[in-house]
């Protein structure tokens, strides 16, 4: 047991993936954690509007740093602030001089300058080259800026900007995260432009590589390790308006200078002890990608020394059943050096990176060097038998370890406890326990407007949400690290129906007696031919199952009459084929067996319909229809609202007309689902289907694919939840019904009249969307709201407010809705 715990400790340290979204934290600006010598400027105005009064929110001496005499817009005055360390930057916030009062200087705008070494400075720029980040309005709000990629630096500069001359001043903190790879740099070559046959163009190249770019990159650092990792299909990508491939540093197998391998090197701020890398590599066989075979990497204890001659080999185990991307963990034998050169060896065509992170520690024997095999030599002489500093450290040895023992003793009683605990709960009956939720910002807009109005505090006036279209921001609601004290239910996640099916898409909630008793006799789609399935490319996936994308040949003839399918002139369809693993429980054949027959039940123009099953023989697939164009999340968020301009640029756009006429199908298909009783349960854009004629189907692959998953809140290794869809009831009772399908509905139609370009609450972290159920639960009118989106009639976002009232028996029907958005199209 303590072996088992010891290795999970280990486990657990040697993660060094950064994940932006999680590396958010203050880095000491406003609590004086940064001391005043670690920040300097260029100029300062006076000796009271110096660099150690650039804190924000904090009124000391005149109130901020001010650069001295009037800005031009030729001038680079800059705030320079030594983070001590190596830092994963992801956020700056900035305030101008508020001085109690008294202040009335701001910058408008900034750059950002870094360095890793204090040498060279490199200048930060956005996935489009933009450089120049948009500043303060006033000058006592503060704004967040996300940095888009995150840079990794020990040394910062803000240098504010502005057109006309004039007095900026600027307050500041920085947030992000300690960099604990000390990669300072990589080289590798350049990434190559790939042709895909019947696909777009995919440009595999490292598109925010701060180095050199002379045939190859060296001397920075880029997309390896900006912290997001590449899709299972590489044409994909997280960030949009950007073009596919764009998440991947890829090569061509016969290109120059990569003739069976490619070959990259990295170098670290100090020694270290290699454990392991781990590389995060794409898999698509189909295309001709494939992870590497092997790699050799050979060390370099000091920059001015020569490589050592003994390497580490790895050879990887390739699969050719499964196209997920996946990373693959390179051992490196605990090996001394400060540089590596790491070649990898092709396994297909094309071999594609999107993620590389080492694990290592310090060297603890810098006075130790590791020879050609591996031993130590010592440089010094050994100690004798009577050295002091030996006979020093054997009782601080013994002191960790038993340390270590009674921490682990700890941690076993802890974990029994919580199953005793737990065991109790699962038999006392629900109830609502009373929790302290401590919220960490965790936004994913680009720009976050926190205010500090200049008056004094507020008495009786309920919280807004924070900026961006809400209404006035509360300061109590915004702060980072802020503490709330909640009269609210406990997050039900003991209560919580299972959302997810074998798959990982979601499982529809249907009376009981609609699926007892199930066997294959209950399945009354028709048996088709598995060979004349032909996968394309994986869309999700979950515990037991996958979802993919296939061509089904001869499809509208197999099901004859009648078939829902358009007639496709004898060329393969689209569809959405779920299968199950072979390696699945009997529970999960159960569950899958009562999915088929839930589907089968499903027949109405607005539903995505089952068309036939793979049920003679393993795997058990289920063929269902899919749509031309995709999810209508996607399908939206690639498109402007229609104008002349659209017109006259050939953008691809909607009318008001079309986003009406999808809300009106949205609503019908959900009209005939609470018809049955069913209760859908993650109704979202991302779970509608667009076909070539702006018909809409609602289907449920939403939960099983990565490409949504931050929509998705993860309850410790359990289901995953669609919290910023969910009514409030659902989230803190566990209560799934046609209402709270019905507050979903109003949240997707609140994502149609915004094309989709950002996610509901985007301000607030999931941390901060639950304890907004909460504020509902409470009902003391501080519950915050989505705001109405420009694009909607006044009128239409009434039924969204009505969809989200706080009393279920005041929510609308979608009999109700579907009726009324049918005036509204006819109007």
Known sequence: MLLFLLLILQTSAAVGQIDPGHCRFPLGMEDGRVKDKDITASSKWYETTGPQFARLNREEGDGAWCPEGQLQHSDSQYLQVDLSVLTFLTLVGTQGRYARGLGKEFARAYRLNYSRDGLTWKAWKNRQGNTVIEGNKNTYAIVYKELHPSIIARYVRLIPVTELSSTVCMRVELYGCPWHDGLISYSAPEGQLMMPPGYPPASLNDSIYDGTHERSCSGGLGQLTDGVVGMDDFLLTHEKQVWSGYDYLGWRNDSQGTQGHVEMEFVFDRQRNFTSMKVHSNNLFTRGVKIFSSVSCWFKPRLIANWEQETVTFRTVLDDRNPSARYVTVPLNQRTAKALRCRFYFADVWMMFSEISFQSGENPHPDLKTSTHGELKVKSAAPSANDPTEETNTPILIGCLVTIILLLVVIIFLILWCQCVCKVLEKAPRRILD????????????????????????????????????????????????????????YAETDIIRLQGVTGSNMYAVPALTVDSLTRKDISAAE?????????????????????????????????????????????????????????????????????????????????????????????????????????????????????????????????????????????????????????????????????????????????????????????????????????????????????????????????????????????????????????????????????????????????MRCWSRNITDRPTFDGIYQTLRRHVRE
């Open 528 to 800: 088709f031919p598995r060979q004349q399935l032909i996968f394309r490319e994986k869309l999700g996936e979950g515990q037991f199952g996958e979802v993919h994308l296939c061509e089904a040949e001869g499809l509208p003839e197999f099901l004859g009459e009648g078939s829902p399918l358009p007639d496709r002139d004898s060329r393969p369809v689209l569809v959405a084929v779920k299968q199950l693993r072979a390696d699945a429980t009997l529970q999960a054949r159960n569950d899958f067996l009562k999915e088929i027959k839930i589907m089968s039940r499903l027949d109405d123009p607005n539903i995505i319909r089952l068309l036939c099953v793979c049920v003679s023989s393993d795997p058990l697939c289920m063929v269902t229809e899919y749509m031309e164009n995709g999810d209508l999340n996607m399908f939206l968020s690639q498109r402007e609202i229609e104008s002349t301009l659209t017109h006259a640029n050939s953008i691809p756009s909607v009318s008001l007309c079309d986003l009406l006429h999808m809300a009106v199908q949205i609503s019908s298909g959900m009209k005939y689902l609470a018809s049955l009783n069913f209760v859908h349960r993650d109704l979202a854009t991302r779970n509608c289907l667009v076909d070539r004629r702006l018909t809409i189907k609602i289907a449920d692959f939403g939960m099983s694919r990565n490409l949504y998953s931050s929509d998705y809140y993860r309850i410790q290794g359990r289901a995953v939840l669609p919290i910023r869809w969910m009514a409030w009831e659902s989230i803190l009772l566990g209560k799934f019904t046609t209402a709270s399908d019905v507050w979903a509905f109003g949240v997707t139609l609140w994502e149609i009249f915004t094309l989709c370009k950002e996610q509901p609450y985007s301000l607030l972290s999931d941390e901060q969307v639950i304890e907004n159920t909460g504020e509902f639960f409470r009902n003391q009118g501080r519950q915050i709201f989505l705001y109405s989106p420009p694009l909607c009639p006044p009128s239409l976002f009434e039924v969204m």
């Open 435 to 490: 929790e302290e939720v401590t919220i960490r910002l965790s936004s994913c807009s680009d720009t976050i407007i926190m205010q500090t109005p200049p008056v004094p505090p507020r008495t009786g006036h309920a919280p807004a949400a924070c900026g961006g279209g809400y209404a006035e921001p509360d300061v109590t609601q915004c702060t980072p690290h802020q503490s709330f004290h909640s009269n609210a239910p406990h």
